[in-house]
């Protein structure tokens, strides 16, 4: 299934996830008067959501939805997106796992200034790898991404796959009460701990949405965890379901097994062999319903596992020839001064003795390391803490290569989940020269400390 970028406009591409759309729009994503400076005009600006039925909830989204519109673009081809901020604060757009210059990674006072209310700015990229990925700004960004700007970016093969019905499942549990308002987004005792946690699941902003799909064929379900805090502890009882891609990056196809867990920022795309008319199964997390699927009549013929999805072009680490670096993910809170937490600063987290200060515009000026354009590096990411932290880098995919505390199938990810008290090794090629930001995409250890910058010269 793939769409043109006209038709996309047009709104066809919601098809894919039809009825799954929260709230009244009242704002949309524009056509672009220009078609030759821009494929998308992208709108973030306030929405009135009922999440909780009766009750409005006061979101933040893009393209009239929160989550936000799904973007979709052909590998190997330009995406030009016209963000234009309508919000009363300032935003920028990054562009989670995609290989792109510094100019357009979105992150404030390192790849561009803050855009402004009623600014915008014209990103502007060509996506290397295909696969389920997706964007969100990189300013307050507890209160930002916790508002809902967050939103699926899904860049299809250049071929097709073999998969001929598709599905973008949004995972975010949002910062609510019963009444439908918000929440402290960032609690400091939180932070401090596992993270700020909502209280309401949804999918595509739906608490416990049936999705209804063509019995017999198989599906490809991307699942793409939006959140700040949650890890996903994903199961399907009962269901015939095989990993296709992990964080945008194809595996070798294999079974889901009893549970995989997705952390904030994680993808998983699953192949799952929908039951027969009527069936249903229930997508979990741990013991919860997050989404049922349900089997419905079709006159199609039955579909058959696609093969392996293309490999992106990422190059591949030598580790023979590899310098190895350390980084300890420590926790800090002991050392946190009263003063700095009454004056709003808190430092819980630090990188190799350095936490972040969100508040500091200069701190990437400081990066905790400095690599050489196409050296080659291993690093070892050593969590010294009870609790977990989902580690990305901007600007360059790496290799997970192993872990002291489980099996690795050796895989290419942007975000690779550390457990209690792990260590991992991860390589990659610094073939993207900037200053990328390497953190905790538990959005609370991030502006609590858990963030760094990784210069390549
Ligand atoms: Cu989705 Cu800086 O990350
Ligand atoms: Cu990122
Ligand atoms: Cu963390």
Request: hydrophobic share 40%; net charge negative.
């Amino acid at each position: 299934m793939s769409f043109t970028r006209r038709q996309v406009l047009a709104g066809l591409a919601g098809l894919g996830v039809a009825g799954f759309g929260a709230g009244g729009v009242r704002y949309w994503l524009g056509r672009p008067e220009n078609v030759a400076s821009h494929d998308y005009e992208l709108i973030a600006a306030p929405l009135d959501l009922e999440l909780v039925p009766g009750h409005v909830t006061p979101a933040w989204a893009y393209g009239g939805q929160a989550p936000g519109f799904e973007l979709r673009c052909r590998q190997g081809e330009r995406l030009r997106v016209r963000f234009i901020n309508k919000l009363e604060q300032q935003s920028t757009i990054h562009w989670h796992g995609i290989r792109l210059p510094l100019e357009m990674d979105g992150v404030p006072y390192v790849s561009q200034a803050p855009v402004l209310p009623g600014e915008y700015f014209d990103y502007d990229f060509i996506c290397h790898d295909a696969g389920s990925f997706w964007y969100h700004p990189h300013t307050t960004s507890a209160e930002q991404l916790g508002r809902g700007l967050v939103g699926p970016l899904i860049v299809e093969e250049r071929e097709p796959t073999g998969f001929r019905h598709e599905r973008t499942l949004s995972l975010k549990t949002w910062h609510i009460d019963e009444q439908g308002a918000f929440t402290e987004f960032l609690v400091p005792r939180q932070a401090a701990r596992e993270g700020t946690r909502g209280r309401l699941a949804t999918i595509n902003g739906e608490s416990n949405p049936t999705l209804e799909l063509p019995e017999g064929q198989v599906v490809r379900l991307r699942l793409i965890n939006v959140d700040s805090t949650i890890t996903y502890r994903l199961n399907l009882p009962g269901g015939e379901a095989r990993i296709y891609a992990l964080d945008g990056n194809p595996v070798q196809p294999r079974p889901l097994g009893k549970e995989y867990w997705l952390g904030p920022g994680m993808r998983i795309d699953l192949a799952l062999k929908v039951p027969a008319a009527g069936e249903e199964l229930s997508l979990r997390n741990g013991p919860l319903r997050l989404a049922t699927l349900k089997g419905i009549a079709s006159s199609e013929a039955a579909g058959d596992w696609p093969p392996a999805l293309p490999a992106n072009p990422i190059a591949e680490p030598d580790l023979s020839r590899a310098e190895t670096l350390r980084f300890n993910f420590e926790w800090a809170a002991a050392l946190a001064s009263p003063a700095d937490e009454a004056a709003g600063r808190y430092k819980y987290w630090q990188i190799n003795g350095q936490a972040w200060d969100i508040n500091d515009k200069t701190c990437a000026d400081r990066p905790i390391a400095t690599l050489k354009k196409d050296g080659h590096y291993i690093f070892v990411l050593r969590n010294m803490a009870q609790y977990q932290h989902p580690i990305h880098l901007h600007g360059m995919t790496f290799k997970v290569l192993g872990s002291d505390r489980r099996k690795i199938v050796p895989y290419f990810t942007d975000t690779y989940l550390l457990g209690k008290n792990e260590t991992a090794r991860i390589a990659f090629v610094a073939d993207n020269p900037g200053v990328w930001m390497f953190h905790c995409h538990v959005i609370d250890h991030m502006e609590t400390g858990l963030m760094a910058a990784i210069e390549v010269v």
